[in-house]
C-alpha cells in the first residue's frame, strides 16, 4: 500500500510541473501577442467588427388613432 502511495505522489508531482511548463507556455504567447500589439503601427491593428449601421423603419401603415369618446 506504501509503495502506491508513493507512485501515485509522483504521478501527481509530474502532472503538476506538466501544467506549470503548460501555462508558463500560455503566458509567454500571450505576452509576445501583446507586445507586438503594443508597438505595431496603428494602420496594422484591426478594427472591431461592428454591425452594419440602419435605421429603424417606421410603416406609414401602422398608425394610431385614439378610440373616439362619445361626449353625451
Keep these: 500500500m506504501h ?3 508513493v ?3 509522483d504521478v501527481i ?3 503538476f510541473f506538466v501544467g506549470l511548463v503548460g501555462s508558463a507556455v500560455v ?3 500571450s505576452f509576445v501577442e501583446d507586445f ?3 508597438f505595431a503601427p496603428d ?3 484591426p478594427e472591431p467588427a461592428r454591425p452594419p449601421k ?3 423603419r417606421i410603416l406609414t401603415s401602422a398608425s394610431f388613432t385614439a378610440p373616439k369618446s362619445s361626449g353625451k
Design 13 to 15: 508531482v509530474a502532472m
Design 36 to 38: 507586438r500589439e503594443l
Design 7 to 9: 507512485v501515485l505522489v
Design 3 to 5: 509503495a502506491l502511495g
Design 27 to 29: 503566458i509567454l504567447i
Design 43 to 45: 494602420d496594422s491593428v
Design 54 to 56: 440602419s435605421t429603424p
